[in-house]
């Protein structure tokens, strides 16, 4: 069955402290890839998402990723957190065949504390 | 432009009960989800809709119903509550591109 796995749950840094999240689908087809937040109390939003082209995307907030398609990953990182991205981090994808109907697979989460 | 609206926000239902969670967007779009989440569990598809009047199940639609009568709102029903119902409910669209709109949530508690 497709899935994917983002690797750490629980993640604590410092204020300036550099993120990487992992992420991992199992589908060996082509797929749109997703990273999702969501902040305390609130919905989820697009972080950023890669379609095709070039596999390193940047997003809001000076997020980006990069999709290593040899690996099937889609780890997100920012050079240097601040408080304001404390937050639940979500990776999902969509396989693109025609039968998926747009459904996304998500991943379970990871949850970002950052201290001031 | 309002995205997706969802009502309630906040219910509280006996076991037995029951309850219709409605999710409206004004996008246009094709899809229509229904995800809860629950601590430690991420998001799970309820059911979905690729258009109006149809509908399908997700990964957990036991407990629930669902209709897409009109394009821009999709109903999630619960017959007869019970507290493993008890979760935050999101709604969610998405057009040809992909990319997926939430609503604020529905936090449902039932006792």
């Known amino acids: 069955a497709q899935s994917v796995s983002q690797h750490n749950h629980h993640v604590i840094l410092s204020e300036a402290a550099s993120l990487e999240l992992g992420c991992n689908y199992s589908?060996?087809?082509?797929?749109?890839l997703f990273w999702y937040v969501q902040y305390p109390g609130q919905h989820l939003q697009l972080l950023l998402k890669y379609f095709s082209g070039d596999p390193l995307v940047k997003g809001i907030k000076g997020f980006e990723a990069e999709f290593i398609k040899s690996k099937f990953s889609f780890n997100l990182r920012k050079p240097s957190v601040q408080w304001s991205d404390t937050a639940e981090y979500f990776c999902a994808v969509t396989p693109t065949y025609a039968g998926n109907n747009r459904k996304l697979i998500w991943g379970l989460g990871t949850s970002l504390a950052v201290n001031p | 432009n309002a995205g997706v609206t969802q009502t309630p926000k906040f219910r509280v239902l006996k076991t037995g009960q029951s309850m219709t969670l409605l999710c409206a967007q004004d996008?246009?779009?094709?899809?229509m989800y229904w995800y809860r989440q629950d601590p430690g569990m991420g998001l799970r598809l309820i059911h979905y809709s690729v258009g109006e009047g149809t509908t399908a199940k997700g990964e957990v639609p036991d407990g629930y119903n669902v209709s897409r009568l009109k394009k821009q709102n999709f109903l999630l029903g619960l017959e007869s509550a019970a507290p493993s119902q008890t979760s935050v409910y999101f709604c969610?669209?998405?057009?040809?591109?992909?990319?997926?709109?939430f609503g604020q949530g529905t936090r449902l508690t039932v006792v």
């Open positions: 589908y060996g087809g082509t797929v749109n």
């Open positions: 969610a669209s998405s057009y040809l591109d992909r990319i997926t709109f």
């Open positions: 996008m246009n779009h094709e899809y």
